[in-house]
């Protein structure tokens, strides 16, 4: 079991910054990836950015690709999502996750492998 939690979501203009975070505790030695999914009212939860447990080569969902950067500290458990020039479309829940055991091809990430979820932190971008 891994428990997830995340934080520092908020309310920025379009162009702004926020900085995600999603502490893991429990099993936390396993060799999960984690990753950042979103959800917006009346969507479905879509991917944004998963890590292999190493920390090494996040990949991205296109839409976000070149202005979101994922990145772990693998000795605290923490999983950050550094988030650049937000417009109105990234506003939504946002969730971290872990639990696929492969994730180094973003066309091949399955949100049913990740059986591990944060309860959500919200950002909301205005224009």
């Known amino acids: 079991q891994v428990q997830l939690v995340e934080s520092g979501g908020g309310s920025v203009h379009a162009g702004g910054s926020l900085r995600l975070s999603c502490g893991a505790s429990g099993d936390t030695g396993h060799t999960y990836c984690m990753g950042w999914w979103r959800q917006a009212p009346g969507k479905e939860r879509e991917g944004v950015a998963v890590?292999?447990?190493?920390?090494?080569?996040?990949v991205y969902a296109p839409s976000v690709k070149g202005r979101f950067t994922l990145s772990k500290d693998t000795a605290r458990h923490t999983l950050y999502l550094q988030m650049n020039d937000l417009n109105v479309e990234d506003s939504a829940m946002y969730y971290c996750?872990?639990?696929?055991?492969?994730?180094?091809?973003?066309?091949?990430?399955?949100?049913?492998?990740?059986?591990?979820w944060g309860r959500g932190t919200q950002v909301t971008v205005s224009s």
């Open positions: 996750a872990a639990g696929g055991a492969w994730c180094y091809d973003w066309t091949a990430i399955n949100i049913e492998e990740y059986p591990y």
């Open positions: 890590v292999p447990s190493d920390g090494v080569t996040p």
